[in-house]
């Protein structure tokens, strides 16, 4: 996981689509599929699944395992920004 890929499901999670993300993202469509079938793939559980058809037609939404990669990610991004201010304050002294 980086920031890319939290940022196309943070889009994905927004627009409802793959294709509006990537599009949001300056992506190509293939690219995102790619980066989601392989975060999909790697994780426990799909992070990412489409709604095929119905009366609003399809979609593609984030699972709660989705949801909670992205806290998690944004969690553990804060604790190494502190720990590198923390640490940086050190060396300047």
Same mark, same amino acid.
């Given at each position: $996981?980086?920031?890319?890929?939290?940022? *196309? *499901?943070?889009?994905?999670?927004?627009?409802?689509?793959?294709?509006? @993300? @990537?599009?949001?993202?300056?992506? @190509?469509?293939?690219?995102?599929?790619? *980066? #989601? &079938?392989? $975060?999909?793939? +790697? @994780? &426990?559980? =799909? %992070? #990412?699944?489409?709604?095929?058809? !119905?009366? !609003?037609?399809?979609?593609?939404?984030?699972? =709660?395992?989705? +949801? +909670?990669?992205?806290? $998690?990610?944004?969690? %553990?991004? +804060?604790?190494?920004?502190?720990? $590198?201010?923390?640490?940086?304050?050190?060396? #300047? *002294?």
């Amino acid at each position: $996981m980086g920031f890319g890929r939290i940022e *196309l *499901l943070e889009k994905i999670d927004e627009l409802g689509s793959i294709n509006r @993300a @990537a599009k949001a993202m300056n992506m @190509a469509y293939r690219q995102a599929w790619r *980066l #989601v &079938e392989s $975060m999909n793939s +790697k @994780a &426990e559980k =799909p %992070l #990412v699944e489409k709604q095929t058809g !119905g009366k !609003g037609g399809g979609g593609t939404y984030i699972t =709660p395992e989705g +949801k +909670k990669a992205i806290q $998690m990610f944004k969690e %553990l991004e +804060k604790e190494f920004q502190e720990f $590198m201010d923390h640490t940086s304050a050190r060396l #300047v *002294l």
